[in-house]
């Protein structure tokens, strides 16, 4: 899905700064003219959402930044978008920031949110099962190559003394998960919000264990290397427009929330306000990078790297570009 919009016009620079210009015997420039078009990639579940309001949010035609905008079912398809270079900026969970640094050298802008409580193991509820292990030789769902994905093959299953092969792995998108879930098609499923509340809420699933006591699941916004290269303004002034963003996530929740409601209602989704409050109350927003990120990025690279699945730890200086989330916070 690919939405333009256009946001500051001309005409509404001049009216909102000119009276300031004039009085400062300048005349800049319309901000539009200055900033880059962003193309936008967000998932569909409850990760992509904070960047669906961000766009729904008029922040960035204030900044007079206009986008394009690509959704897809999650994050590690935005990634691959990224390495494509089909879209500029996209959000995704630390080991598919990983894997993209590795493959398309996409670099990290700003960590939006913290998403480890909406990442769960949901089993069949009339399996009646309590403990992840009780999932050995049964069908699970999962979006393979997908963060929360990597982490439950690579991490939680084998904490749990479940490794891969002790399961039926059945690759497949999160939206499509809990109907796979209803049909019996499936014993269990790797999934992210609203789908598991959606689960709980009709009495399809129930849920054996979150990611969120084991890991926070901190969520990049990344950016490819060209873009930053090419538009440091631009990504400066997209970042004060999520900290406005942010912002908003904890002095107005009713108003996000109504609006990423409308999101999922409108694609057809029936779950009711209290079902997809309890899902949204699980997304910590707040833009920045989080002292303790390199360890924790450490970690993750190492377990890919022991995977094969990058060929080598990330220098985290090039990954991890903090000086634009700094320059907006002294904006």
């Not at 290269?229 to 908003?248: C, F, M, N, S």
């Not at 057809?268 to 079902?275: F, L, Q």
């Amino acid at each position: 899905m690919t939405i333009r919009n256009d946001g500051m016009n001309r005409r509404q620079f001049i009216a909102a700064t000119g009276a300031g210009a004039l009085a400062a015997g300048l005349w800049p420039l319309p901000l539009a003219a200055q900033m880059a078009v962003i193309r936008q990639g967000y998932q569909t579940n409850m990760w992509g959402m904070p960047t669906y309001y961000l766009l729904r949010s008029g922040h960035l035609g204030k900044m007079g930044i206009k986008f394009e905008e690509f959704a897809v079912p999650s994050g590690n398809l935005t990634m691959q978008q990224m390495v494509a270079r089909q879209v500029d900026m996209g959000t995704y969970a630390g080991p598919s920031f990983i894997i993209g640094h590795a493959r398309g050298g996409l670099v990290a802008i700003a960590v939006i949110e913290h998403v480890g409580k909406t990442a769960k193991v949901v089993a069949r509820k009339d399996l009646n099962l309590t403990k992840v292990e009780q999932l050995r030789g049964l069908k699970i769902a999962n979006q393979t190559g997908s963060s929360i994905g990597n982490i439950f093959v690579d991490q939680l299953g084998p904490s749990h003394g479940l490794k891969k092969g002790d399961y039926q792995e059945v690759r497949m998108n999160v939206n499509e998960m809990v109907a796979a879930l209803a049909a019996k098609t499936v014993d269990a499923m790797v999934n992210v919000e609203p789908y598991n509340a959606i689960a709980e809420a009709d009495g399809i699933g129930n849920t054996l264990t979150t990611l969120g006591g084991v890991d926070r699941v901190p969520v990049f916004m990344a950016a490819t290397p060209e873009f930053v290269e090419k538009h440091p303004d631009t990504i400066v002034a997209y970042l004060k427009a999520w900290l406005q963003v942010g912002r908003e996530f904890k002095e107005n929740p009713a108003k996000t929330a109504d609006v990423i409601y409308s999101f999922f209602t409108s694609k057809g989704y029936t779950m009711s306000k209290e079902t997809f409050a309890k899902a949204l109350s699980a997304v910590e927003v707040d833009p920045g990078f989080p002292s303790d990120l390199g360890p924790y990025m450490q970690r993750h690279a190492e377990v890919l790297l022991a995977e094969k699945k990058i060929p080598a730890i990330p220098d985290w200086k090039k990954a991890l570009r903090t000086e634009f989330m700094e320059k907006a916070r002294r904006g």
